[in-house]
């Protein structure tokens, strides 16, 4: 894989991260979370499954999100 595909991945999963942080919703928190730390595996341990890795991110960027209750 090259350089530039690692990164966007690297970046992606990082976005992903900071994303679940912010989400109230604790199971889906968790589970962009999982994911994010998934595909940064695959890039590092693995460094081919790039199919595998735009699915799973893509897939974790449309999860729902919570709604905040009104303050």
Do not use: C, H, Y
Request: hydrophobic fraction near 65%; charge should be positive.
């Amino acid at each position: 894989m090259s350089w530039g595909v690692s990164a966007l991945f690297l970046t992606a999963a990082v976005l992903l991260w900071l994303i679940a942080r912010d989400n109230s919703d604790d199971v889906i928190g968790l589970l962009e979370k999982i994911i994010a730390v998934t595909a940064v595996m695959l890039v590092v341990l693995l460094n081919r499954s790039v199919l595998l890795e735009g699915v799973a991110l893509l897939i974790a960027f449309f999860l729902p999100k919570a709604r905040r209750p009104p303050s």
